[in-house]
């Protein structure tokens, strides 16, 4: 009897541990993943990151400048919804004239974007000076539509404001 007990158990052990090592092996699958998304969208868009500068300075199209602010205001509120998301996509789809591989695409670069910038309101300000140099004041326009098209409620206190950061960096006020 109590070698039974003791094979069931080491049998119980043996599967505990298998099944955590399959977790971790999916997990460490997924990061890779994630990651390689992030790589293949900046290839893309012919993002090449230099050293000893800052990503967000090596950006080129304004359509990615205005898909990470974008990407950013969303995350200054709360995490975003599955909704808010799509609703993105379609704004940015829409109002930047990307089609939906490249549309997903921004929003993956964008947010890393925000990451590397250290979160959404410094993200934010650093984006939006950097899409007034790559085109001026004409940049705002696209940028408004697609932020007020992609937000489903009203606006939070730090959004409100973001948008006052934006036109103070875009040179509107």
């Known amino acids: 009897m109590p070698f039974l007990i003791a094979l069931i158990g080491i049998i119980g052990a043996a599967y505990y541990w298998t099944n955590r090592a399959r977790n ?12 390689n998304d992030v790589r293949l969208a900046a290839r ?3 993002f090449k990151r230099q050293t000893n500068l800052h990503p967000v300075e090596s950006i080129e199209d304004p359509r990615l400048a205005i898909a990470a602010i974008a990407t950013s205001f969303l995350e200054l509120d709360d995490l975003p ?4 998301r799509k609703l993105l996509t379609v704004q940015l789809r829409s109002k930047l004239r990307a089609d939906a591989d490249e549309a ?3 929003e993956v670069l964008g947010r890393w974007f925000m990451t590397e ?3 959404a309101e410094p993200a934010i300000a650093r984006l939006s000076r950097k899409l007034y140099k790559l085109g001026g004041a004409e940049q705002m326009e696209p940028l408004m539509a697609v932020l007020k098209g992609s937000a489903t409620s ?20």
């Open 104 to 106: 997903q695409e921004m």
């Open 117 to 119: 910038c250290g979160g």
């Open 154 to 173: 009203d606006l939070s206190e730090k959004q409100r404001d973001a948008l006052d950061d934006i036109q103070r960096a875009m040179r509107v006020r």
């Open 44 to 46: 893309r868009f012919g």
């Open 81 to 84: 919804t599955a909704e808010d």
């Open 24 to 35: 971790a092996r999916d997990m460490a699958g997924e990061v890779m993943d994630m990651a």
